[in-house]
C-alpha cells in the first residue's frame, strides 16, 4: 500500500527553471530522480506511489528513496509528517522559491498537498535513516583538501584498485560521506568495497547503501562485519533473491527474521527458501511476516525436511477435501426434493410390465 496522490490532470511533468537553477545543481542525482518522479507523480490523475514502487522504477534502494526524501524535506520543496513513533504519514510538496527568499521550510507558504496516507510499512530501519546525516556535495577545493590527508589519500586509491576504474566526482563525494559522515575507518571501508566487489557489486550506490546499512546494525569493525556478512552470505543473500528483492541489504526488521528463522527455529536455508517461494505464490509479494507464519506453523508441526512439508500439504488438502465432500453430502440430504418418504422400486418389474 503507497501514498494516494490528490489533484492534478496534466500528462507532462512540468520542472519549474528555479529548480534547475538553484537546487538541482547541488543535490546528488538520485535525489534528483526521485524528486523528478515524485512531480510526475503529482501531475498525473488518480495516481499513486509508494517507497517500494520508486525505488523499483527507479533501480535505487528503498534506503536511497528515504534519504532523498530528507534531503529535499530539508532544503524546503517536501514537508514530511510524522506520527508520534516516527512513522512517515503523509508528504506535500512545497512551491519552489529561489534559495535567497527562503529561511526554514516550517516557514514555507503556497504548499501543495499532493498526497495523504503516504508510505506505509516504513521500517524501523527506514527511520533510523532519517535522522542520519545528509549527504553533501564536497567542492573541488574540499575534495582537493581531504586528499592531503593520507590515509584518505590510500583509501581512494585501495577503492579504484577495486572498482577497476578511475573515481568520478560521484564516487569521491560517496567515500567522504561513508568516511566523514557515517565515521566509518578506512579498514571497514576498504573491507566494504572487497566485499562489494566480490559480490559483483562495483555500483558506488550499492557500497553507500550497505555502509549505511552497517551503520544502522552497530558494526564498527572489521570483525563484526565479516560475522555479519557469513550470516548474510549463506542465508541473507539467498532469502533476498527467492523474494525478488536483488540490488540491496536486508533492512535490520528483515535480519531479524532471517536470525529467527536460522537460529531459533533452527531451519535449514533449503526450509526456508521453500516458505520464501510459498509466501510469494500466496501473496505475490516479499512478505517476511507471511513467511514466517508458514515457518511458525512448520516448527509447531516438526518440519525438518521438504519431505515433511510435503506430507502437510498432503494432509492438508485431504482435510479440505473431506471437509468440501462433507459439506456437499450435507447439502445433498437437506435438499428440498429429498424431504418425503423415499420408496423402494423394483426396476425388473417395471421394465417387464412395460414390455407387456
Known amino acids: 500500500m503507497g501514498f494516494i496522490i490528490e489533484n492534478g490532470a496534466s500528462l507532462q511533468t512540468g520542472i519549474s527553471n528555479c529548480f534547475i537553477e538553484e537546487y538541482m545543481p547541488s543535490a546528488n542525482g538520485e535525489f534528483v530522480k526521485v524528486y523528478i518522479y515524485l512531480m510526475k507523480c503529482a501531475g498525473s490523475v488518480d495516481a499513486g506511489a509508494s517507497i517500494c514502487t520508486i525505488a523499483d522504477v527507479l533501480d535505487m534502494t528503498e534506503k536511497d528513496v528515504v534519504r532523498a526524501l530528507k534531503y529535499w ?49 516504513v521500517t524501523a530501519e527506514d527511520v533510523a535513516l532519517l535522522d542520519a546525516p545528509v549527504k553533501k556535495s564536497y567542492t573541488n577545493a574540499e575534495l582537493d583538501s581531504f586528499l592531503e590527508d593520507v590515509e584518505v589519500k590510500q583509501l581512494f586509491h585501495i577503492a579504484e584498485k577495486y572498482l577497476g576504474r578511475s573515481l568520478s566526482k560521484t564516487d569521491s563525494n560517496t567515500l567522504l560521506y561513508i ?76 535480519m531479524n527474521y532471517i536470525v529467527k528463522w536460522t537460529n531459533s527455529y533452527g531451519f535449514t536455508i533449503e526450509l526456508i527458501l521453500e516458505a520464501c517461494n510459498k509466501t510469494i505464490e500466496a501473496t505475490h509479494s516479499p512478505n517476511f ?68
Open 73 to 121: 524535506e530539508k532544503v524546503g520543496l517536501l514537508n514530511l509528517t510524522f506520527t508520534e513513533d516516527k512513522k512517515l504519514t503523509s508528504l506535500s510538496i512545497n512551491e519552489c522559491k529561489p534559495l535567497r527568499q527562503l529561511s526554514k521550510p516550517a516557514e514555507h507558504e503556497g504548499v501543495t498537498a499532493i498526497a495523504a496516507k503516504v508510505i506505509p510499512e
Open 179 to 254: 568516511y566523514d559522515d557515517l565515521k566509518m575507518t578506512p579498514d571497514v571501508i576498504e573491507y566494504l568495497i572487497e566485499y562489494c566487489v566480490s559480490l559483483d557489486h562495483k555500483s558506488i550506490q550499492y557500497i553507500e547503501s550497505v555502509a549505511i546499512a552497517w551503520t544502522s546494525q552497530g558494526i564498527t569493525n572489521v570483525k563484526d562485519a565479516k560475522a555479519h556478512n557469513r550470516v548474510y552470505k549463506k542465508y541473507g543473500s539467498p532469502i533476498m533473491k527467492a523474494f525478488g528483492l536483488v540490488g540491496r541489504v536486508p533492512a535490520q526488521s528483515e
Open 289 to 356: 511476516a507471511y513467511a514466517d507464519k508458514i515457518l511458525s506453523n512448520w516448527k509447531d508441526n516438526g518440519v525438518s525436511t521438504i519431505d515433511d512439508v510435503k506430507k502437510l500439504d498432503e494432509a492438508f488438502i485431504a482435510n479440505k477435501t473431506s471437509k468440501k465432500a462433507t459439506s456437499a453430502k450435507k447439502v445433498n440430504v437437506n435438499n428440498e426434493f429429498n424431504n418425503f418418504p423415499q420408496r423402494e422400486y423394483d426396476f425388473e418389474a417395471l421394465e417387464k410390465a412395460l414390455l407387456k
